[in-house]
């Protein structure tokens, strides 16, 4: 090859070198400026994305606040207690009740800084603040700040508050029995500034949850509650949504490292900023991958291997903050078991596999109650009660088999759902709760022995939807609890009638008394006298004739009446009926029984007062009767209200005395007038020596302490004779008359005649027969 053409050949591979070696130079910059471009956009992007999910998770957190005290205001707003003492019966409003159960429970138990109450033409009729009350009219301060809201809930114009979402509205879809009153309430809430600072201010109407006649023709009141965006606001929201350092700051703060957003109340008021300490999950990616990438090409490879490793370890850091994100969503936080919301998905996944796939198949949902829980928090603190939470989740997954489904469906109450391969009514399921609950429990140190209720419900046979069984296994369980709790009910349709039974006595109950006790009664029966043999007293006995059921025993309408809250109505309308016909028999006292639920009212003594006065009573002809169980939660109130009631001039008795909670110690700790010895120890007094010994040592010691002995439930002749002949003072049964209306009562009166002769002891004998006359 010649000269000229090596020249040749070596410019042409000099040039080819060349544009090989700008080529590679090109590619190999390119490659660098396009790793450095894609990484410095990752570690942006993620940072922005971080940021935006941040600020979305606090609006979140805002409109969650919003409807959380909304949620705090319902509570009471939608309550018939709350009109009728707003009403206070044409009187005024009752100030002291709606101070307690407004004022104070509201700023006390959810923190509200502000609480008032406007009337139909939305004037101030109550507000508290500062822990007290106030005078309403300083709501007038508060007037201009909350006008828009307050108009918005009256539907007057158009909002001119920002729009938020309706979450609150939505919730109350799962309530049917507020379906009345969420049908005529409105609502609102909004961030705004108020006093010059920011706050959240919720306003909802006033209306009844359960009589709607209620309602009245005028517009309902407003209850408001103003909760100040303060220190401890913001601290429950940082704990709340997780985001480090949240703050509110008049201007932005000048660290690059913390991420801002503008705080606008909905009025438009500029409030401030949130300020926070975001996660920039991008830090690493820009901080780190992005300087080794800049210093060199010759370190490509090894930066793409080691921004491969960063970028596989970052996101499976954020496959697993996703996972705990929807695991914390679908699980109780205290005790680790999936919540209510889980349980329900589950359970509806379980129906339709059934249904698709194990038609053979059978599923039992059971609900767990924890026997008087609250009283284990009353007693030894919410950290006891948090403690046998965890000890009762540990139990029960113990004796629950590995496929079983245990979830925690919200305060004391759990749900198991359980598979069967062939039909059953469940009984394994409620034995196995049964022996989880036979050991007791260490909870911090605290032995505590604890039983549970438990209902159960099977499919198909109860009900083919989650929500069916659900409710059946609810209804199952609110039979365990009232037979008695510490026992477990299998559903059945008669119990689902009984629910709708009680509930219809329960709202002709409500109806009657507001019919002014129309169909109630008091029936008399007389006490007589062993010295005379005559009637020196009467029982009142309240009766019901309900309009369609025909007389409706005491012991089916008494005991709704005190579990829907109505016994202090009804007992009002016993004591006023009694000292209304007092009248008519001056010479005789009257008996009237004290319910548990009235004697633990708070107004009990000014409810007497006013009665005395409204029928000119004399309280020394009354005797008020309370059962053992009065004494059974006894504490100073007890001892304080006894008290009260003698200091008026009644009288009192200790009822019903041997029924099961019998404690000698009564007699000593509480002052009474009489002791009733209940029937059983009556009707078993001549049949053996047992319950003779018994009443001797009651009637020894109740009349070493001054008190009269009357004995319950005397229906023949051989009993009245042996309780005169043991020291009675009085008798009262069917052997001398049974409940009597007014008119015949006094028919009685006028006829009677002594029934027997009081007798002596005689020494050879315990005692001497009765003498039995006319």
Known sequence: MSPRLNQISLRLFKSELQRLSTLSAASVSGFGLLLLGIIAFAGWSSNDSAAERERTLLQNGLNRSIVRILNEQKSVAWWDELIVNLEGDGAGMNADWVNANIGVFLTETYDHSEVYVLDAGDRPVFAFAGNAPQEPRQFEQRRSALHSLIAEVRNESASPLKVRPDEFGEDQDNYRILAGAVNNARWSGHILSVGGRPAVAAAITIVPNVDMSLLGEDRPRLLISVRYIDAGFVGELERSLLLKGLLVTDRPPMSTALALEPFDSDDGVRAGYFAWESQRPGRVLLNTILPLVAAGVAGV?????????RLRRTSLDLAQREAEARHAAQHDSLSGLPNRTHFADKLTATLEGLDQEHACRHVAVAYVDIDRFKDVNDTLGHHAGDALINAVTRRLKDYMRADD???????????????????????????????????PFDCDGHILTVTASVGVATAPEHGSTADELM??????????????????????ADLARQVEERRSIELDLRAALQRNGEGLRLDYQPVISCETGLATGLEALLRWRH????DLPPG?????????????????LALSRAMRDSKLWPDLSIAVNLSPVQFRQSDLEALLRQLLREHDADPCRFTLEITESVLLESCDRTG?????IHHMGFRTALDDFGTGYSSLSYLCKFRFDKIKIDRTFV???AKGDNARKIVNAVIGLGKGLGMDIVAEGVETEDEARIMYGLGCNELQGYFFARPMDVERLNLFLAGQKPRFVAARFNERSNVVPLTVAG
């Open 471 to 492: 409710r059946h296994a609810d209804i199952a369980l609110y039979e365990a609890k009232n037979l008695g709790r510490d026992r477990a009910e299998i559903f059945h």
């Open 547 to 550: 309009p369609k059921r025909g």
């Open 405 to 439: 489904f245990l979830a925690r469906y919200g305060g004391d109450e759990f749900a198991i759902l359980w598979t069967m391969e062939r039909q059953g009514s469940g009984r394994e399921l409620a034995e196995r709760i049964r022996r989880a609950f036979i050991a």
């Open 683 to 685: 009707s078993g007094i």
């Open 640 to 644: 304080q209200a006894l008290e009260a």
């Open 301 to 309: 490879g090894i930066l793409a291997g080691g921004m491969l490793r």
């Open 556 to 572: 089916i309408f008494i005991p709704i009446a005190e579990q829907c809250g109505l016994m202090p109505a009804l007992g009002e």
